[in-house]
């Protein structure tokens, strides 16, 4: 089955085409990040405007590059949250109405889910139902989670974070710095150059159940102090704003960022005991956290799955896959279905 996704949760405009579940075809993305760059972070306002422009010339591109015909799309799956609620609708609407128009099914998909599935869309990754049950860290500006997948639409989370996710962190770390955003990439690029052991910024532990809505607080993160840390260090240490120190200053964050982040999974996996860890998200486009997790992986002997890193970011290849994998609400639910913002993992409203 060859199924036209459609992502726009957030601030990329995507359209894919992906085959049987695995088979990507197609997959374009109009990237809003210049025209974030100057506000220092997603402005709604321009999201969905730049969605409303771009949209219907990006999924004309998925199909060309596809080399398939309109008649030889069987389905059409969309992202109806959690997102931004005007980039969310945005989507929503197109997908509705093409599929009107087609006369094919409409299937809406959870975005933390399409993450999830990423990692099988790389060539020769094994199928979905085979690795279950797994371990998953999803990693990204909006969301960090642990959680347990013991088959394909089943999930139990098993932490979070309780204030920043580690996308937003980096974002908010590299504007103290006075590096660009998107801040992710600009400290990855930067830290690389520099020392991670130069400076002592905490790894905040979560210490009360109290704040973490009864999940464990082993399995939670906190990343807040760690932004109030770095302000605190800059304010006492101006010259870090400038090199030869701005490196060693921006390696040690980010240090302390995946340390977090992998401590966490290592727990995890101590815990739940699963023979396969799973990692997703823009997050997971840092190299440094991708040579940690893989580093863990093999000291404790469990197979690792990371998405190949156009998948990594929003993408609508995921959102197709995990359709055409037989996923996603369908029929009437999904006719009936309007943007949820704050969808949570396995819900379906």
Known sequence: MNVLGIETSCDETAAAVVGDGGIVRSNIVFSQVALHRPHGGVVPEIASRNHLEHLPRTIERSLTQSGLEWSQ?????????????????????????????????????????????????????????????????IVSGGHTCLVRVTAPGHYRRLGQTIDDAAGEAFD?????????????????????????????????????????????????????????????????????????????????FQEAIITALVSGVERALQRERVQTLVAAGGVVLNSRLRVKLLELAAGLEVRILLPAREHCADNAAMVAGLAGNGQGLTGEEAWALDASPNLELGATN
Do not use: W
Request: aromatic share 8%.
């Open 73 to 137: 799309i069987q389905a059409v799956a969309v992202t109806y949250g959690p997102g931004l609620a005007s980039s969310l609708l945005v989507g929503l609407s197109a997908a509705k109405a093409l599929a009107l128009q087609l006369k094919i099914p409409l299937i809406g998909i959870n975005h933390l889910e399409a993450h999830l599935y990423s990692v099988f869309l790389t060539p020769g990754a094994p199928r979905y139902e085979t690795v279950c049950p797994f371990l998953a860290l």
């Open 172 to 252: 908010k770390g590299a504007k103290l710095l006075g590096l660009e955003y998107p801040g992710g990439p600009a400290i990855d690029r930067l830290g690389a150059l520099g020392s991670a052991s130069c400076i002592a910024f905490p790894r905040t532990r979560v210490s009360s159940a109290a704040f973490t809505g009864g999940l464990s607080p082993s399995l939670c993160f906190s990343f807040s102090g760690l932004k109030t840390a770095l302000l605190y260090y800059l304010r006492e240490n101006p010259a870090a704003m400038h090199e030869p120190l701005l490196k060693d200053v921006a390696a040690s």
